[in-house]
């Protein structure tokens, strides 16, 4: 009986597993890859100050300056927003707030400018942000230039006209505003303080006299110069007439 067993005992003995036969994989072809979908390129919406500057503001440059080449009619360069801010050195929120609502405005983040050298007298240290500067340029400078000119300036109280004695000499024009809250995009009622600021028109016209009428053809409400006539002054000729 031993022996019986001992011979079925190897009889017994578990079978080996087979392993599953792996199944084979789909070979990708070796062609280029399809080219995936483009999305549309998206149209570009012209700003209506620039149609006008092209249909009108050129034609009535070219019959003034009596130039024959429309590329010497003077144009917008570029629109620079200056905010300073002394007040930040002791309060650090008025930076957040003020580039909040200069993000409001523009629609651009503004850049933080630092203090050059150090002034013990006012407490400033060298590379402490004193103040914000927002540049626009192209399509989105002549839509802030439409809703400055059409909208936000004419909600100034006491609004007369804007002076013409803020030109440098070279064409540009600088206009100071006292609030912030003339432009629409401004919540009143969650602004924390009224600041002003400072917006410069960069032009390319050779004098402040092509600037002024530029500036006057795109919409800029000046009000009448007490001389009665255009504005020639240079920078020098307009200092020694405040002094005098």
């Known amino acids: 009986m031993a022996e019986e067993k001992k011979k079925q005992a190897p009889a017994q003995a578990k079978a080996p597993k087979l392993k599953a036969a792996k199944e084979p994989k789909e070979k990708e072809p070796k062609g280029p890859a399809a080219p995936a979908e483009k999305a549309p390129p998206r149209q570009r919406v012209v700003p209506r100050l620039l149609v ?101 300036v004419p909600r100034i109280r006491d609004f007369r006209g804007l002076k013409p004695d803020g030109f440098d000499g070279r ?27 400072n917006v410069t028109m960069v032009t390319s016209a050779s004098s402040d006299e092509k600037g002024f009428h530029l500036l006057k053809e795109l919409g800029m409400p000046f009000a009448a110069p007490s001389s009665g006539g255009s504005v020639k002054l240079t920078t020098s000729e307009r200092a020694a007439k405040r002094a005098s």
């Open 171 to 197: 064409g540009n024009y600088t206009l100071g505003l006292k609030e912030q809250i003339i432009f629409p995009e401004i919540d009143y009622d969650k602004i924390e303080k009224i600041r002003g600021m």
């Open 52 to 152: 006008h500057y092209r249909d009108r503001v050129v034609p009535a440059l070219l019959a003034r300056f009596g130039e024959k080449n429309a590329m010497a009619v003077p144009r917008l360069s570029k629109i620079v927003l200056n905010v300073g801010l002394g007040e930040a050195l002791a309060n650090p929120k008025a930076l957040d707030a003020t580039a909040a609502d200069l993000s409001a405005i523009t629609g651009r983040r503004p850049a933080v400018r630092r203090a050059k050298k150090s002034i013990s007298n006012f407490k400033l240290r060298a590379g402490v942000p004193i103040g914000l500067t927002v540049t626009l340029r192209g399509d989105v400078m002549y839509e802030f230039f439409d809703r400055l000119v059409n909208v936000a």
